[in-house]
């Protein structure tokens, strides 16, 4: 089936600092791209929806100079947190669409994001 | 955003017992999908359901839709420590994002 894969798995920043996610469609093109957030013993939270070559629609309550998302080719999509703080430390999935298969959608294994 | 809730939000059974989860959404639906999570991991894909459906079987899995209702409901039958994980009911509309319920933890003692 088809593989997305994210990197890194876990990152530890320092507060001010940036951290870039990368989400990757390794076999497939994926035109859509979604990034959601997860808190401990809490459920996923839609963050963004990023279209290749266009700017991210965020949803109601997400920063967008804060994370900055870029969706510059058809199989790479990235997340940057930007002067990370310590209660963006969470748990950042994302997602692609492959419109080859009906708008399937496949999750990457996720980043642990802590920022100390 | 988040489509609705799940119920019960945590589930506590033995062994051998059967588990079921339900879930409510809110808007009209393409499909509606389940997933397990286990701590700390990524998401497991178990089982899709159209909305043209109102039954569909994977194993040990059972889920129903009803969508006059706005609801699923997922049941595990003979249940095995092994899962014990979260489940998440998730919906969309063609092409669009996934929107998660708020989940159910499911404990299963050995």
């Known amino acids: 089936g088809a593989v997305v894969s994210q990197h890194p798995s876990r990152v530890i920043c320092k507060s001010g600092t940036s951290v870039k996610i990368e989400c990757r469609s390794l076999?497939?093109?994926?035109?859509?791209m979604f990034w959601y957030r997860q808190f401990p013993k809490k459920s996923l939270m839609l963050m963004a929806t990023?279209?290749?070559?266009?700017?991210?629609?965020?949803e109601q309550g997400v920063e967008k100079d804060k994370f900055l998302i870029n969706h510059a080719s058809l199989t790479l999509s990235t997340l940057t947190v930007t002067s990370a703080h310590p209660e963006d430390s969470s748990f950042y999935i994302c997602?692609?669409?492959?419109?080859?298969?009906?708008?399937?959608?496949?999750f990457g294994e996720g980043s642990w994001l802590t920022v100390v | 955003s988040q489509q609705g809730e799940e119920d019960p939000q945590a589930l506590s059974i033995q062994e051998g017992e059967n588990a079921t989860m339900n879930c409510s959404y809110k808007?009209?639906?393409?499909?509606l999908q389940w997933y397990r999570q286990n701590s700390g991991r990524g998401l497991v894909h178990l089982i899709l359901?159209?909305?043209?459906?109102r039954e569909k079987h994977s194993g040990r899995l059972r889920v129903t839709l009803d969508t006059s209702k706005k609801s699923s409901s997922l049941l595990i039958t003979a249940s095995r420590a092994a899962d014990t994980a979260s489940y998440f009911c998730?919906?969309?509309?063609?092409?669009?994002?996934?929107?998660f319920g708020k989940g159910t933890t499911l404990s299963v003692s050995s």
């Open positions: 359901i159209r909305s043209n459906e």
């Open positions: 998730a919906t969309n509309q063609a092409g669009t994002a996934l929107i």
């Open positions: 808007t009209s639906i393409n499909n």
């Open positions: 997602s692609a669409s492959q419109r080859a298969s009906g708008n399937t959608i496949y």
């Open positions: 076999d497939f093109q994926a035109t859509t």
């Open positions: 990023s279209n290749e070559g266009s700017k991210a629609t965020y």
